[in-house]
């Protein structure tokens, strides 16, 4: 890895330090600080709460600015210590050193001696975004204002001339990946974003400060959606901006999209936001009843229709005339089901199983499937006229993998109703287990994460967190190994503090130096079915030595 090859090249784990005794934490010279990320962003929440988001925006810029130049101070006193662009590039891995963000640079026009760096920075695993987005959710604006700064102050102080970054994507609007643009002041123009670099004095404003909040919390309101609807990323907001139109109409709705992305939710949601809300909602799962019953379920029976039939019943249709029908996996239902479905979506009349009689029914259909219904078409299990009946205005929810920045908001809604269950208050989630539902891939969608988070419930402590282990019953994938601390205060590798570790375990009271080599060259040996040469390489050491050391260590056996 590129980063990791800069990071040993100029030893800055080595410049790492810990000293726990005295309660602080040194990089080179400068003191650091480790944070709980939460509570920086509970700090950076409050300051936009407090102070506007144009100020809070700027007071970020200038903060990380002013990191960005301490970070540059390290990197000159290591100038004569490797290529200069190698020497440049120490900022950004620093960021990732410092937890911050994961910083690539994609395009770079630098003139090293007159100071100039137009440049181009993907992000990733903003540390900014993620907490802009857990407490704001997906909205229009850039949110990793301290991370900009520390761009433009770290090139700012390496180029010795005012270099100023733009954030020109972010996750926090729903892009894939963070994008900042960098280059000379100058070449900003009259751009008000500059003015973001400069102090203010906010004194005797607080009135504009107050309304802009008062702007920003009501903006936040709108973008809220009512009733059990959770979300705010940019594909859950396309998909409510269409359902939110089909509500007070009576068009069919045809609902599309994976299993368990909350199709039942969505078509609760339009009845009750629609002009029928107070008549009946029927569901139906029509993959879940037997095909030969399924005419009887939709369309009820008459007495003495089939062996069986002791008292006629009407059907769903008629339990919601005058409400709405929802139809689940509709792709599932048999030929002669959808014919008289068909009829019944064209005449709005229908005749129960085993009778003459016809019977008007006004109801407005919902309709969801996860197959795909024009390959279902084309393999002749689908009627073609029916479809373009059902698909009348279709709406298509992404899956949980696509809409990833609604996770914290749907997890606080799925505690706060799984709780009470248990009679238990659950403060949230803790970062790793946060960390690792927005790793994941969600192949069961909403309803997967409302099972993992009811077993996160009832597992976690009253009034505790929920952690990683209590949300997966089969463990999740390994965290990638991790920098730690050896006995000198020196940030090391994993798998150099292991080894540190097993040298301790075996320096116990009567250890053998000569016992112990000689059970490890056996191991070897035996690991290499025999083969020196493979065992020696396992071993670190020559063909030559580890015959010369088997051959000591026989020696010494036939000397004692």
Known sequence: MAGDGLIERFNLRSRLRFNIDAG?????????LLMHAKAVGALRSELFDTLGP????????????ASGQQDADLAAKLYGEGDNYDVFRIGPELHAFEGL??????????????????????????????????????????????????????????????????ETHCVSRGDERCHIVGKPAEAWGDDPYLAYFKPENIDGQMREMEEELLRLRGRLRDELCPGKLVGNSQGFRAAFA???KAAASPINVLLLGETGVGKEVFARWLHENGDRREQPFVAVNCGAIPHELIESELFGVQKGAYTGAQQSRPGRFERADGGTLFLDEVGDLSPSAQVKLLRVLQTGELERLGDERTRRVNVRLVAATNVNLQKAIAEGSFRADLYY??????VVIPPLRERKSDIPLLVAALIEKCAPSYHKTIKGLTDRALQALMSYDWPGNVRELENLIERGVLLAPADGLIEVEHLFAGGVAAPPEEVQIDRSGTVCSADETRRERLCEAL?????????????????????????LTHAARLLGISRRQLAYRLKQGTSDTSSD
């Open 242 to 244: 269409l359902l939110s």
């Open 101 to 166: 963000v994961k910083a690539t640079i994609t395009e770079a026009d630098i003139d090293w001696e007159k100071g100039i760096f137009i440049g181009e920075v993907d992000w990733e695993g903003s540390w900014e975004a993620e907490a802009h987005t857990q407490r704001f959710g997906v909205g229009d604006d850039t949110a990793c204002w301290s991370l900009v700064g520390y761009a433009s102050g770290y090139a700012t102080r390496f180029f010795k001339r005012l270099i100023v970054f733009r």
């Open 54 to 65: 144009r100020r809070a925006q700027g007071l970020l810029l200038r903060m990380g600015f």
């Open 507 to 531: 320096l116990d009271e009567g250890f053998d130096l000569h016992a112990h080599e000689a059970r490890l060259l056996e191991l070897a040996v035996r690991r290499a079915g025999g083969n």
């Open 24 to 32: 602080q934490i040194w990089l080179d010279e400068s003191r650091m």
């Open 389 to 394: 009946r059902l698909a009348t205005y279709p």
